[in-house]
């Protein structure tokens, strides 16, 4: 049993947990910022199977996952559209709009695929990987961490970058404001609808992205309902670390812990029923939730459209 | 050097109009205003005076008219503009984002990539210097007393350089000290050259800060006093003009009140023939302390004695516990400690309609979300604490026709301005909400009433009505606690003034002679020691 | 007066049914991009949906559908958005077919079903206390807490059915098939369940207790502002909880009549997600159960017609999902539009013409030195 | 119909005295419905593969509804019949308490699946029964002969009876070979069929732990399966029921596949409806009658062919019998038995 605990098993699983984290982290940063300016997208599982789908579908076409990854982005920012024009511009009902996406992105990407993938479905084989030299030597961790693809690199930079604005930046400061209290942010100069209309964009590039990446990397290939309600996790995750994204990096690493344990758990021969791990990540939750009482308070402006001088 | 974009440009309103759904808020409304000056905006309750603010600032876009600067035409067509043209203005309701910090909220719509902390540090400690105060760059805006927020909110207004302040209603939450203080803030902006609006109801403020007066009545300019006027006129004469133009004909039903309308005379309390002592204790609190959830502040240890009859005004600044302790005597927040005795009974333990049934009843100073549900109907908000009380409910089920003839009585014996009661009580006036609650709280078997800052940002008219009718509660055998942060409405209403400071009363004062405003003063002062 | 209702009631019409027909004609649009026929679908959905014995189908799934939708409601009128619908139905889904049969076998069958009910009521309930706890004491989201909640309940229910529940007789994991005696009587004449007439009269009832009684008018009040509702002596605590249990205990309670009434015993992993579909139908019906039941209807329609029709159309099932979502997304553009007709206002909002089109359009002659 | 039955709560399901008219009757049109597409290279592949075929074998019509799911299963059989279908293939084991009361209320035959004898009711209902546990048998055998780590490993995507035959049966075959050789086995979730991305994982893992030929059992998990294998060096892969060459970039990964062929089994239950005999039997798909079989691929080498060919003579004259496994709990008791 214990000669199960070799290191190329630990090198896999440390990849596993990076992989199943990844595009969770990606979606959670995405609905974090959407959030932090006070749009709560309950539509990001459906703008996941988009940017899913249209990644897969551009990657078997150009055959690189560089442009598939852009496609994906660039289905995120289309799905989130409804959201920007309906809710940011129009003002209407968040929580409509956001179910309708995750609605029409599950209806329609799964009719797609089978439209077009049934016959004759399509893989996209292995990443690339961009090993760094010298760090990827390293015994266990090094291939884990260091034999990644250069798309992994670049997400985790973009991560960090968008950590280090949301603190940092006079970009960061109006968004958050945006959550906060619009009417500070117009009074202040600033333009609310701006503000939100980037916001949910640049949510829809990293959800799209996070979508992507999902296809991509870690099942390099795309199935109906792939996300498989990653979306909705990635909303919990988001209030869970109250728009601190490397709280949303870490909480993302211990879902891709708990996903991976499962097949590792049996692979050791330990027996624990499926469904139990399958929960272990909720109950994980919910036991927070219960301990640390107040931790997801949510931007007080969440859900509420800003119209100058209403009253 | 403090950087500020001051000319002799004069800021020419000329013509605004602007209207609402069923309202002209402005008519035609045309005003200078010069550099180095005060200008001071009064007017009733929906006037327009912050809608002529908000069109400065870029809120609000007019039907027709024009801003010009120095002769030449604005389009203000965002806040963004106005600021860019130096005008700052500081909101009758607070556009600090509480969770940021002071720094932050300052540097909020600054341009540029990355936040210079330093910078704005270094701006914040010159327009400190230039106001007279000390504010911590790191302190949570939600951290800070109203006064020192109401610095940070001038700070902000000035902090891309302005050549015009304007201040909406600053200071109707403020204690006497505070108010100085802002005054003294205000003179040395007006010597750095720049412009200032101030709107305030209190006439007094008016003719003490202003330089000249504009003033506003059903959204038209209907009268003006200019620098040259008001620095010859005495305050009488002052306040005679500016009673005279804001109400016009109606000045004659106010009558002999006008002056004490204007707040103009100190105000006192005859009580002495009154003897207390011999009536019933209707209200005792002995060692309460009370347990909220919130960040609020709660109060500790709490005792006091309020008799039928009785007004009992507790004064202390804003958020020193005043909520907790209305919400503890009407049963919204559970004591932790300590007893309430009302009228020889032990309630400590019984609910808010428990207590709304024995005659405690709460006048929340939350009046548009507390105290009223504004997409309800004016009819429903009258009857809104009796829900399933006959007769307006039987076997569960709502007796229109009940709930109306209740309504019409209450609308006709508060003159409550309202189209109809099915009217959804959120289209309201401010005032006429604030009648809503003392009709549905006075009536009905009222014995005791907590009335938490009743007038506040009330106009002159409304503010004497709402004192009327506490002073008839009272003299009817009505008791009043009366929680409130205008000294001169305590002095005017109250046999007896207790101190709250940081959820404990600290001491009590007998309403009966000209000293008591030094009293309850000092008092105070020991309170806002180390807090502002 | 008399016109005032009946403007409005043309109104609501109007701001229901323009949304469905546009949704219907856009994804008839879509399905020719994508060389299916609508045409063919739609008649498929007619013939699956409504002719022959297939109206009666078509009800048959109306009664669990509709009693999801009063419980959303219930939760929604308070503000409290009740997201763990899934996992609250297959809890009432599991006590039926988990303790239904252990029941059934010592007791006559109308007792053992009045039990199966109040069980299942009493377990979504039960199961909604957390969300509501942590709502009413800390203010902790319940979107999150129900989700989740829901997501533990899916797994609870897989592993009863699994375990305990499981039926020794098959391999499969399921429970024991209950007898065609002990399900819910038909109603006469017809192949239709008395589940849709407890549906109906539940939606009727909770019209009446929602709109003219005191209990609604405190929902109403505790939606509006929770503060305000404190203030009349709205126990917060208790109305959370009360209301989450409320619509929880609905949502299980229709599970449990879907087993007693269709289903006759559950396998494990199964998950229907009424809840998913119906609760875009509840905004369509403004919260209001009385005006949910043609939504419902015309849902129930498109479900029970719609596989066979999808796949003749040459479609997936999963276009039904695409369906909802445009009726979703035209009901708020329905809604914008009509508010701003009644108000007189442009149709573009201000912000959207001062951030957005000016840049395009012709630029003021007062614009700002 | 019967409304006297309100007593017993619902009107008698269908008249059963009405089965003469089906008996006998020609079958010129047959349906098949199942929960998934034919993308799956599995088991829904192979149901929709092999009704085309027997339309194909007896010239009569097939209606193919695919993608069914679970939800209402009742109601889409009923509606199939509705549409004149006089005969229905229920192809999912979860469909058979769904079918039961639809062929009753329908009066129409259906085939249901992986159920035993005591479910079928003549003329209405009879089973079709997979042996998986000796396809699996044999792959074992396959495997064992085929790994150089003396590691293999099982992937299943969900809890499924099939999956567990089939994984027990591996199991004796890999121990029949070589007792020492290490069997892995895991499970994606308890209802991933359609989990492709934690079938990868799963995969991945198996192939970390040492695994150097992997069984893998799924729907649409099974395209993750392909894509952990294809990323790896030195690991062939065994499928099952259907056909995935075409899902694979390197098809020389392709140890072999578990091959289910229904189409036997829908002939003779069609030829036994004309006969009025249906309901009477179970129809077996299992080596004996050559419905279960090891695809042939390049990789299978002519020692692995005879050995293969050796154990399914044995099976198929009942000198081993594999043992069936129903749950994951057995499924591990078999591996830890080692053979014996
Ligand atoms: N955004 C708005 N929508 C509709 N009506 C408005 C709006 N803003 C102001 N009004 C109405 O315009 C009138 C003028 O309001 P305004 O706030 O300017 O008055 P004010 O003089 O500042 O009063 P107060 O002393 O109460 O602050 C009022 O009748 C008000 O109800
Ligand atoms: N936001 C609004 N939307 C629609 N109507 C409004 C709105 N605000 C105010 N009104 C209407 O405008 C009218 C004037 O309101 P305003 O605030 O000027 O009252 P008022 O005359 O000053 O009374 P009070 O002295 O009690 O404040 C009221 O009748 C009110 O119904
Ligand atoms: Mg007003
Ligand atoms: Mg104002």
């Known amino acids: 049993m214990s000669e199960m605990l070799s290191a190329t098993f630990i090198t896999v699983f440390i990849a596993t947990v990076i992989a199943q984290a990844m595009p969770l982290m990606l979606a959670a940063v995405g609905e974090t910022i959407g959030e932090q300016a006070g749009i709560l997208n309950l539509g990001i599982e459906g703008v996941m199977l988009i940017g899913a789908y249209t990644g897969f579908v551009v990657t078997l076409m150009t055959g690189s996952f560089w442009i598939g990854m852009l496609a994906g982005a660039i289905g995120g920012v289309v799905a989130n559209a409804a959201m920007l024009v309906l809710n940011v511009w129009l003002g209407l009902n968040q929580i409509v709009i956001g179910l309708a996406i995750t609605l029409i992105g599950e209806g329609i990407t799964s009719v797609l695929y089978l439209q077009n993938y049934t016959s004759s479905p399509a893989s996209l084989g292995a990443q690339p990987r961009m090993p760094i030299p010298g760090l990827s030597e390293i015994p266990v961790i090094g291939p884990a961490l260091f034999r990644q693809s250069g798309i992994f690199w670049l997400m985790i930079v973009l991560i960090l970058v968008l950590a280090f604005a949301l603190a940092r930046t006079s970009w960061g400061l109006s968004t958050r404001s945006a959550g906060q209290k619009p009417s500070s942010l117009d009074a202040a100069g600033g333009s609310v609808m701006r503000t939100r209309s980037t916001a949910v964009i640049l949510s829809g590039v990293l959800v799209g992205l996070g979508g992507a990446y999902l296809a991509l990397l870690t099942t390099a290939t795309f199935s109906p309902h792939l996300t498989n309600g990653l979306g909705f996790i990635a909303i919990v995750i988001t209030m869970l670390s109250r728009g601190r994204i490397l709280i949303v990096m870490l909480t993302s690493l211990v879902y891709g812990l708990a996903v991976a344990m499962g097949p590792a758990l049996q692979v050791i021969g330990f027996t624990v029923p499926a469904d139990i791990i399958k929960m272990l990540p909720f109950i994980i939750v919910i036991v927070m939730l219960i301990v640390f009482a107040r931790s997801s308070v949510v931007p007080p402006a969440l859900g509420a459209p800003y119209t100058r001088g209403a009253r | 050097m403090v950087t500020t974009t001051a000319t002799s440009d004069v800021i020419s309103l000329r013509g605004i109009t602007k209207a609402f759904p069923g309202v002209v808020a402005n008519d035609d409304v045309s005003l200078d205003i010069v550099p180095g000056q005060v200008h001071c905006l009064l007017g009733e309750n929906g006037a327009g005076k912050s809608t002529l603010i908000s069109i400065l600032a870029g809120m609000q876009q007019p039907d027709s008219g024009t801003v010009s600067i120095g002769g030449t035409v604005v389009d203000i067509s965002s806040p963004k503009v106005a600021v860019d043209n130096g005008i700052g203005v500081v909101h009758q309701h607070s556009t600090l984002v509480p969770a940021f910090t002071v720094l932050e909220n300052l540097m909020l719509g600054d341009g540029g990539v990355l936040l210079d902390e330093k910078r704005a540090t270094r701006r914040l400690e010159e327009l400190a210097g230039l106001l007279g105060v000390e504010i911590d760059p790191h302190a949570l805006a939600s951290d800070l007393g109203l006064g020192q927020q109401q610095q940070v909110e001038i700070a902000k207004a000035m902090w891309k350089g302005s050549r015009l302040l304007v201040l909406d209603e600053p200071t109707s939450m403020l204690t006497p000290q505070a108010i100085e203080h802002l005054a003294e803030s205000i003179a040395r902006v007006k010597a750095e050259g720049l412009a200032v609006v101030l709107i305030t109801h209190k006439l007094r403020e008016a003719y003490a800060m202003g330089d000249c007066v504009t003033i506003l009545r059903a959204g038209r300019n209907v009268g003006h006093i200019s620098t040259e006027e008001l620095a010859t006129y005495s305050e009488q004469q002052a306040q005679d003009a500016i009673l005279a133009a804001m109400f016009g004909e109606d000045i004659v039903a106010v009558g002999d009140e006008a002056t004490e309308l204007a707040g103009a005379t100190e105000a006192s309390r005859e009580t002495a023939a009154i003897d207390f002592a011999s009536r019933p204790v209707r209200l005792e609190l002995r060692g309460a302390s009370s347990r909220g959830a919130g960040r609020d502040v709660d109060v500790e240890d709490v005792s006091l004695t309020l008799r039928e009859g009785e007004i009992l005004g507790i004064a202390g600044i804003d958020g020193h516990g005043q909520n907790a302790l209305s919400e503890l005597v009407a049963g919204q927040r559970p004591a932790s400690t300590g007893t309430l005795v009302f009228d020889g009974d032990d309630i400590t333990r019984s609910g808010v309609r428990g207590r709304q049934r024995l005659g405690i009843r709460y006048v929340t100073d939350d009046r548009l979300h507390e105290g009223t549900v504004g997409s309800m109907s004016v009819a429903v908000n009258l009857v809104i604490k009796r829900i399933g009380e006959q007769p307006f409910w039987r076997s569960g089920r709502i007796q229109p026709k009940a709930v109306d003839a209740e309504a019409k009585r209450l609308i006709d014996e508060y003159g409550i301005r309202t189209p109809s009661p099915a009217t959804r009580a959120g289209t309201l006036s401010g005032g006429n909400i604030q009648k809503i609650l003392l009709a549905r709280e006075l009536t009905n078997g009222a014995r005791l009433v907590v009335v938490n800052k009743p007038t506040y940002g009330l106009d002159l008219k409304t503010v004497h009505l709402v004192r009327e009718i506490l002073t008839d509660f009272a003299a009817q055998g009505g008791s009043v606690l009366l929680l409130s942060t205008d000294l001169d409405e305590l002095i005017e209403l109250s046999h007896r003034i207790q101190v709250i400071s940081r959820g404990r009363l600290v001491g009590s004062v007998v309403n009966d002679g000209p000293g008591t405003a030094e009293k309850v003063g000092q008092y105070m002062t020991g309170a806002i020691e180390g807090t502002d | ?369 | ?340």
Request: glycine letters at 10%; a negative charge; charged letters at 15%.
């Open chain 4, 1 to 340: 119909v019967a409304l006297t039955a309100c007593s017993s709560g619902r009107g008698g399901s269908g008249d059963t005295g009405g089965t003469d008219d089906s008996a006998g009757t020609d079958v010129t049109q047959f349906a098949l419905v199942a929960p998934e597409n034919e993308s799956d290279y599995g088991y829904n592949q192979a149901g929709i593969d092999a009704a085309n075929g027997a339309a194909e074998e007896l010239g009569i019509d097939v209606t193919i509804v695919p993608d069914a799911g679970y939800d209402n299963i009742e109601t889409v059989l009923n509606q199939v019949a509705d549409g004149g279908a006089q005969f229905i293939v229920a192809h999912a084991s979860g469909y058979n308490v769904g079918a039961a009361a639809a062929a009753a209320a329908k009066n129409v035959p259906i085939l249901i699946q992986d159920a035993g004898e005591e479910e079928n009711v003549p003329d209405l209902i009879a089973a079709v029964k997979p042996e998986g546990q000796e396809g699996g048998y044999l792959a074992g055998v396959a495997a064992a002969m085929a790994t150089t780590s003396k590691t293999v490993g099982i992937v299943v995507s969900a809890d499924n009876a099939n999956w567990f035959a089939m994984s027990s049966g591996f199991a004796e075959g890999v121990y029949s070979v070589d007792p020492t050789i290490q069997v892995l086995y895991t499970s994606v979730g308890p209802a991933a069929y359609a989990d492709a991305a934690g079938g990868k994982t799963a995969t991945e893992q198996i192939i970390a732990s040492g695994a150097d030929v992997v069984f893998g059992m799924g729907d649409g998990a099974t395209l993750g399966y392909l894509q952990a294998i294809e990323a790896s060096e030195g690991v062939m892969y065994i499928a099952d029921i259907g056909d995935v060459t075409p899902g694979l970039n390197d098809t020389s990964k392709l140890l072999t596949s578990v091959r289910w062929n229904y189409e036997p089994a829908y002939v003779q239950a069609i030829k036994d409806i004309e006969a009025g005999t249906f309901g009477e039997s179970t129809y077996p798909v299992d080596v004996e009658n050559g419905g279960m079989y090891l695809q042939e691929t390049d990789a299978l080498t002519p020692e692995i062919m005879t050995a293969v060919e050796e154990a399914s003579t044995a099976i198929a004259d009942g000198s081993i019998t594999p043992t069936i496994a129903t749950s994951a709990d057995e499924v591990a008791g078999i591996i830890a038995a080692k053979g014996e």
């Open chain 3, 1 to 369: 007066m008399k016109t005032e209702t009946s403007s409005a009631l043309v109104q609501g019409f109007v701001r229901s049914v323009v949304p469905v027909l546009l949704a219907l004609i856009v994804s008839g649009l879509i399905m020719l991009a994508m060389g299916a026929s609508p045409l063919d679908f739609f008649a498929g959905v007619w013939r699956y949906g409504i002719t022959g014995s297939n109206w009666q189908r078509s009800l048959a799934l109306m009664s669990p559908l509709l009693i999801v939708a009063i419980g959303i409601i219930v939760a929604f009128r308070g503000q409290l958005w009740n997201l763990g619908y899934n996992g609250q139905y297959l809890l009432g889904a599991v006590v039926a077919s988990g303790l239904g049969p252990i029941l059934y076998a010592v007791m006559p069958a109308f007792l053992a079903t009045i039990i199966v009910f109040v069980v299942a009521v009493l377990a979504g309930a039960v199961w909604s206390l957390i969300p509501a706890i942590l709502k009413a004491r800390y203010g902790t989201n319940e979107i999150i807490t129900s989700l989740v909640m829901s997501f533990i309940a899916i797994g609870v229910v897989n592993l009863l059915i699994k375990g305990v529940f499981k039926d020794p007789g098959v391999t499969t994991p399921q429970t024991t098939v209950i007898p065609e005696d002990q399900l819910l009587p038909y109603i006469p004449g017809t192949e239709i369940h008395i589940g849709f007439l407890i549906a109906i009269a539940l939606a009727i009832v909770a019209q009446i207790v929602l709109s003219r009684t005191s209990f609604g008018l405190r929902i109403d009040i505790f939606g509006a502002s929770p503060k305000a509702a404190r203030h009349v002596g709205l126990n917060s605590t208790w109305m959370v909880v009360l209301l989450f249990a409320i619509s929880s205990g609905l949502i299980a309670f229709a599970g449990s009549v879907d087993i007693l009434g269709q289903f006759t015993y559950q396998r494990a992993d199964w998950d229907p997600r009424y809840g998913d579909a119906v609760m875009p139908l509840v905004f369509l019906a403004r919260f209001r159960p009385v005006a949910a039941i043609p939504f419902v209807a015309f849902y129930a329609v498109l479900a029970t017609g719609g596989t066979l029709a999808a796949q003749q159309a040459g479609l997936n099932v999963d276009f039904l999902f695409v369906i909802v979502g445009l009726i979703l997304l035209f009901m708020t553009i329905t809604e914008y539009i009509g508010n701003r007709r009644a108000l007189g206002q442009s149709y573009v909002p201000a912000g959207l013409r001062r951030t957005v089109l000016q840049p395009f359009t012709r630029t003021s002659e007062r614009t700002s030195a």
